[in-house]
């Protein structure tokens, strides 16, 4: 069964109170995926855009293409650390059987601000890449439906 529906699934931290770092890799990872998939439809909205926009510019290489990705990949890792920092991995003892009873969770303090940062994540991870997609399909539409009737 995948981590995430477990720990949704069950009242405690399953995997264990030695455990500390893959409470703390679940989230991040998880988010780190997400940034970076935004990141990446919005480079290959971007080279379509080029490719069809301004075909007779030069075109991004292989080199770049694994340059970009990194900076992607580098990026989400950044914009995600604050889930690594924040998700805690606290062990409780039972007072009857003195079974230790571990519960990983977000640790999120007054200062630090979950809604700050999870307006920040919305922006960057939605808005901003939402509007950069339409702009980018936007022209590569006019430019295809302009060809299309100045052939007709």
Sequence with gaps: MPLTLTDLLAK????GKEMEILCKLLGTTQSSCVFFSSFSIVLIAIDRYFFIVHSTS???DTAQA????GVSLGT??????P???LTRLEVNYSL???TAYSYCYEG???????????STCLLIQYLIPSAIVALAYTRISQKL????????
């Design 145 to 152: 439906d302009h060809q299309t009737h100045s052939v007709f």
């Design 96 to 98: 009857l059987t003195g």
């Design 66 to 69: 694994f340059v970009l990705s």
């Design 108 to 118: 999120w303090e007054a200062e630090y601000g979950r809604l700050p940062y999870s």
């Design 76 to 81: 989400s890792i950044i914009l995600s650390f």
């Design 58 to 60: 030069t075109q991004i």
């Design 12 to 15: 405690y931290w399953f995997v």
């Design 83 to 85: 889930l690594f920092s």
